[in-house]
């Protein structure tokens, strides 16, 4: 009795305390996710307004550099022949507006007039890359893709045409932006404020990164990443990708129109989630002090519930040899009910499995003919085909069953299935199987039972048919088509297609007749 007293009252801690853990799971998970996705949430709109705010300050510094080499452009083409005031205006712009790293004047063939800073001794020399060809031929205002330079630097070139008062080409002047080196977009972009593991890069029109805060990724090509393919369609906005070093990022997007690039701002989900799993480990040691104390308080509770079932079990064990019927008496009514409670349940299970097996029999009969229906049919097969165990299939149909519903009606035809049905069974041994397939169709299930064998019962019971009058009042014949396991067939629908087959043979043939399967063809 202790023991079963102790099982008792560990099942109670064990169910209370179970419960009490999955609910303070339940709680910790709830505010753990809440807490994660409002940090990703806030990560994301943080960097898509970051990435916004770095793009509109591009766009204005673009803007404003090429306004500022427009202006340039008007005073060049008064002193295009004056080659000291042409050194002095690429001076003046390399030093008043500290936008370029090196500032070319050129004339309409692409010859370099004036440089600054005159230690790159590009005077004189053509402009060959394909971005200066593109400006001089275009004769436009052009922000460049990134390429090489004659001096093997990687730079981005803007350029302004320069024309005369009669709109006659004269060259262009422009500057460079050295991508591998201190840049003025490393003073606009600079690094990311916020000093929380979030970066800041460029892309151009092609996915090539411009700028990035690890110069070893510039000139980078990243047009995998779906955030930069996004950015190539000029779209803006924020989502969580992979990116090509395949990290989980939180990425906010913007495009830049002037020069069709594109600003990204990102930050590892993981680095963003850390909060999240701090916060998660403080509620578990802050919750321990409470799993205590309610483990003491269910341990409590327990024995105080267990101590009169034990009782009730003490007295009953032993009512008989010790004559405990008035301690018994004396037990509470809600024991009396409890032991009534077991009775009425004895009595409900037998009542539900009673019922629970009719239903069973009911879900695999056809209510018409009583035979197992489709269902019960599967189940049967598909055991078989697990176990390997051989079997022979008999599918069969009744010849012109429509004439028999058109002529004699309905009913009649249902007699004419539940006759079928009688016939079926009479004609089978008793560890055979009929079922109904589905309307006039039928199989019979032969475990153990080899080709030959079938097609003789399938022939005895096709016999029987057309010998004896029907409910009908009429002759009803059947075709039939015979197939095995595993010797025609090595799965179900294998085997019901092979006897479909035979059948469809048996019917072709004349009706009224048996067809087994040999092979791909019914014989």
């Known amino acids: 009795m202790k023991r079963m007293k102790l099982s008792l009252r560990y099942l109670i801690v064990s169910v209370a305390l179970l419960s009490f853990i999955l609910t303070l799971l339940g709680s910790l998970l ?8 409002t940090l990703i949430t806030s990560t994301l709109e943080t960097n898509r307004m970051y990435a916004e705010k770095l793009a509109q300050t591009t766009e204005t510094f673009l803007q404003t550099t090429l306004q500022t080499l427009s202006v340039s452009a008007e005073d060049i083409a008064l002193i295009m022949d004056n080659e000291k005031a042409l050194l002095r205006e690429a001076d003046r712009l390399m030093q008043q507006t500290r936008t370029f790293n090196s500032v070319v004047i050129t004339n309409a063939d692409g010859k370099v007039l004036a440089t600054s800073p005159q230690s790159l001794d590009l005077k004189g020399q053509m402009l060959t890359s394909p971005s200066s060809k593109d400006a001089l031929e275009d004769r436009r205002p052009l922000i460049s893709k990134p390429y090489e330079a004659i001096t093997g630097r990687l730079i981005i070139f803007i350029s302004y045409p320069i024309f005369d008062q009669h709109h006659n080409y004269l060259g262009l002047v422009g500057g460079t932006i050295y991508l591998k080196e201190v840049n003025i977009l490393n003073e606009i972009l600079g690094e990311h404020f916020y000093k929380d593991g979030s970066y800041v890069y460029v892309v151009d029109r ?13 000139n980078d090509v990243v047009d995998s990443n779906p955030v930069v393919q996004k950015l190539m369609e000029g779209q803006r906005g924020a989502e969580r990708v992979m990116n090509t070093k395949n990290k989980d990022v939180l990425t906010g997007y913007s495009y830049i129109p002037t020069a069709e690039w ?24 802050t ?18 519930i267990a101590h009169p079932l034990h009782k009730l079990a003490y007295y009953t064990e032993n009512s008989t040899e010790k004559n405990q019927e008035k301690h018994i008496a004396k037990i509470s009514a809600w024991y009396y009910e409890v032991i009534q409670l077991k009775k009425a349940l004895a009595h409900s299970l ?17 209510p018409l003919t009583k035979l197992t229906n489709r269902r019960g049919m599967d189940e049967h097969m598909k055991k078989w085909l697990e176990e390997k165990k051989p079997f022979s299939l008999i599918l069969l149909d009744i010849d012109h069953f429509k004439r028999v519903n058109d002529t004699y009606g309905h009913a009649a035809g249902d007699h004419v299935l539940q006759f079928l049905a009688m016939l079926m069974t009479e004609s089978v041994e008793p560890h055979h199987i009929c079922c109904r397939y589905g309307g006039e169709e039928f199989v019979i299930l032969l475990p153990g039972t080899v080709q030959k064998d079938a097609v003789r019962v399938a022939e005895r019971l096709r016999s029987k048919m ?14 039939a088509g015979v197939a095995a396991y595993p010797d025609q067939a090595a799965d179900f629908d294998a ?12 019917k072709k043939r004349g009706r009224n007749q048996v067809v087994a399967f040999e092979g791909h063809d019914a014989i």
């Open 30 to 37: 709830s505010g753990y996710n809440t807490y994660k996705q």
């Open 206 to 218: 092609d996915g090539r990164i411009i700028y990035h805060q690890d110069q070893g990724r510039v």
């Open 262 to 285: 594109g600003v990204v701002s990102q930050r590892e989900t993981s680095i963003t989630l850390a909060p999240a799993k701090q916060m998660l480990r403080k509620m578990i040691v």
């Open 287 to 304: 919750s321990f002090p409470f799993l205590f104390v309610s483990l003491i308080f269910i341990v409590w509770l327990s024995n105080k």
């Open 350 to 366: 037998a009542i539900l499995h009673n019922r629970i097996n009719y239903s069973n029999h009911q879900s695999r009969t056809d």
């Open 466 to 479: 057309e010998s004896t009058v029907s409910p009908c009042g009429d002759i009803v014949t059947i075709s």
């Open 495 to 506: 085997l019901i297609a092979d006897a479909d087959d035979c059948l469809y043979e048996a």
